[in-house]
């Protein structure tokens, strides 16, 4: 079973940054696809950004030009970082990854979620 173990997270000012990373572990087959969701309060799971052990990524809309995906193939690592934070980017930020090429649709595992709160 593949495990996903998140670090980061916190309070930050708007216009802040932050950084996320994920670490995976276990399993069977090497983890093609890494990357994050979101969920608000009273709004469904949405897309931050994922990547595949190869380099294609995919961005949500509401975070392109501020949010920057990179990986990590040889420590099966995937870090989130976020500039210009919001009040709407308030949520809870879960790493997500599959052992199959998949941009377009959340991966088989999930982390347990990392709270990111964006307040003055």
């Known amino acids: 079973q593949v495990r996903l173990v998140e670090s980061g997270g916190g309070l930050v000012h708007p216009g802040g940054s932050l950084g996320l990373s994920c670490a995976a572990s276990g399993g069977r087959f090497a983890i093609n696809t890494m990357g994050w969701y979101r969920q608000a309060p009273g709004k469904e799971r949405e897309l931050v950004a994922v990547?595949?052990?190869?380099?294609?990524?995919n961005n949500g809309d509401s975070v392109k030009g501020r949010f920057t995906i990179s990986r990590d193939n040889a420590k099966n690592t995937v870090t989130l970082q976020i500039n210009n934070l919001k009040p709407e980017d308030t949520a809870v930020y879960y790493c997500n990854a599959d052992d199959e090429y998949n941009l377009y649709s959340p991966g088989k595992y999930w982390g347990q979620g990392t709270q990111v709160t964006v307040s003055s």
């Open positions: 990547v595949t052990s190869g380099g294609n990524s």
